[in-house]
């Protein structure tokens, strides 16, 4: 059974740092391209950043600027997953946390993606 499970988030403060975990099973994720979303209440899914299977010295894509600098996707083949790791977080990071993967290269389109865990909330408030 193919399945991806997410892990991590939480409650933070501004200007601290989470990470968050994706759990492949099912599958060998390390021939995957495996992308991170978030959806805020009220908001549109986007798409955040993105590791790419195929880029063998640059794997970190962003789809949102403000991610950049911020946030970066990270892979354990030995463990089977995928990292999201937040740092300096805003309130404007709240927001449905999702992890899909794809067996081609990046894409920041959802519909492109072949499988999506169920997300993981974070809340950045003071």
């Known amino acids: 059974q193919v399945q991806l499970v997410e892990s991590g988030g939480g409650l933070v403060q501004p200007g601290g740092s989470l990470r968050l975990s994706c759990a492949a099973s099912?599958?060998?994720?390390?021939?995957?391209?495996m992308g991170w979303f978030r959806q805020a209440p009220g908001k549109e899914r986007e798409g955040v950043s993105c590791?790419?299977?195929?880029?063998?010295?640059?794997?970190?894509?962003y789809y949102l600027g403000s991610a950049k600098g911020r946030f970066t996707v990270s892979r354990d083949n030995a463990k089977n997953t995928v990292y999201l790791q937040m740092s300096s977080l805003k309130p404007e990071d709240t927001a449905v946390y999702y992890c899909?993967?794809?067996?081609?290269?990046?894409?920041?389109?959802?519909?492109?993606?072949?499988?999506w865990g169920q997300g993981t909330q974070v809340t950045v408030s003071s």
């Open positions: 899909a993967a794809r067996r081609f290269s990046c894409s920041q389109y959802g519909f492109h993606y072949d499988y």
């Open positions: 590791f790419d299977s195929s880029d063998t010295s640059d794997n970190t894509m």
């Open positions: 099912g599958f060998t994720l390390d021939s995957y391209s």
